[in-house]
């Protein structure tokens, strides 16, 4: 019955790779997002998508691209992985500008 | 760009003393949030105080909002070893496309 669920929690790989993570929410909330931590625990937004639509899109390299094939469900994929990438992923579902929930992150290593 | 600053970045008490801690915006705000997020783990909501409203409570909390001073404060009363975590407030700014902007945290430490 988790919230909000991500996978997987944590991803190493190699530079140059392409990997995915998956989030979900069974909120029925309408506005789903990503988040990027980095290692000073700053927190920023990346992207927000409201029923299937994206209304946020942050200074994000294009090797970032957010899919989200239905309401519930918003994707992270990432090309060419750089070590700079490496962080914690979060992301996070709300219901208009309320509490948002958020997911238990994905911790990403790229060597 | 950073809406929100926090002060103190690190704060240490003894269990059953008191733990505050500020937040200073910049742009008129819609709502402010806080945040815990316990080591490892992924944030959860605390509190959401609006901006028309001065203080709110939930159990040991109490938020303050001082729209005029463009500032928050969180209190956490007869802390406990479980508090430790970092706190985060975050703004809706008005007009913003439902977007949060999370300060840069205060990390609480409560000594057993």
């Known amino acids: 019955d988790t919230a909000v669920s991500q996978t997987p929690k944590y991803l190493v790989t190699q530079m140059g790779n392409d990997k995915s993570i998956k989030c979900e929410q069974n909120?029925?909330?309408?506005?789903m997002y990503w988040y990027k931590q980095d290692s000073k625990k700053f927190l920023k937004i990346m992207f927000s998508?409201?029923?299937?639509?994206?209304?946020i899109n942050e200074t994000v390299p294009n090797r970032f691209s957010p899919k989200s094939p239905d309401k519930a469900h918003l994707n992270l994929h990432i090309n060419s992985l750089e070590l700079g990438d490496s962080a914690v992923y979060f992301c996070?579902?709300?219901?208009?500008?309320?509490?948002?929930?958020f997911g238990p992150g994905t911790r990403l290593t790229v060597l | 760009s950073q809406q929100g600053e926090e002060d103190p970045q690190a704060l240490s008490i003894q269990e059953g003393e008191n733990a505050t801690m500020n937040c200073s915006y910049k742009?008129?705000?819609?709502?402010l949030q806080w945040y815990r997020q316990n080591s490892g783990r992924g944030l959860v909501h605390l509190i959401l105080i609006r901006s028309n409203e001065r203080e709110k409570h939930s159990g040991r909390l109490r938020v303050t909002l001082d729209t005029s001073k463009k500032s928050s404060s969180l209190l956490i009363t007869a802390s406990r070893a479980a508090d430790t975590a970092s706190y985060f407030c975050a703004t809706y700014t008005s007009g913003s496309a439902r977007q949060l902007t999370f300060g840069s945290g205060t990390q609480l430490t409560v000594l057993p």
């Open positions: 998508y409201n029923n299937k639509e994206l209304i």
């Open positions: 742009t008129s705000i819609n709502n």
């Open positions: 996070a579902s709300s219901q208009m500008v309320n509490e948002q929930f």
């Open positions: 909120l029925g909330h309408d506005t």
